[in-house]
């Protein structure tokens, strides 16, 4: 059994390997000349009839150059544009945050007083632990 990790292959080789095979080549010769297993050639093309190109993407994480999502002002702006109320309950539920960040900020400064104001457990002239009374 061999270490090797297993190939990746970019879109365009499987775009390629997949033009050639609905062409006409045969599987089993495209497989040797590319050395690639027949079933990840029947795999790249079942998902290109599924899905087509974008279905071919490399495994794992797409690259930042590769990347397409939409910033939040943009989505924003289409829910906005989708629905009239919109604006409204945006403007609405930053109220809210705000409102949620100053109790937050409140509960943190009202529990670090009260760890300042705890007596401290260890130290000189301090009782230590009891032991239990179970024998």
């Not at 670090?112 to 230590?128: F, I, L, M, Y």
């Given at each position: 059994m061999s270490n090797k990790s297993p190939r990746v292959f970019s879109r365009e080789f499987k775009l390629e390997a997949v033009r050639r095979i609905l062409a006409g080549e045969r599987i089993k010769a495209l497989s040797q000349e590319l050395n690639?297993?027949?079933?990840?050639?029947?795999?790249?093309?079942?998902?290109?009839?599924?899905?087509?190109?974008?279905?071919?993407?490399?495994?794992?994480?797409?690259?930042?150059?590769?990347?397409?999502?939409?910033?939040?002002?943009?989505?924003?702006?289409?829910?906005?544009?989708?629905?009239p109320g919109a604006p409204e309950r945006i403007a609405e539920l930053e109220r809210k945050i705000g409102q949620q960040q100053i109790e937050l900020d409140f509960f943190r400064q009202a529990l670090?007083?009260?760890?300042?104001?705890?007596?401290?457990?260890?130290?000189?002239?301090?009782?230590?632990s009891t032991r239990s009374s179970r024998r």
């Open positions: 690639v297993l027949r079933k990840d050639l029947y795999a790249w093309r079942d998902l290109f009839r599924a899905g087509g190109a974008e279905a071919l993407r490399p495994i794992g994480r797409p690259r930042k150059s590769d990347a397409v999502a939409p910033s939040v002002k943009e989505r924003a702006r289409d829910v906005a544009t989708a629905d670090r007083r009260v760890k300042e104001a705890r007596r401290p457990s260890t130290g000189p002239g301090v009782t230590g």
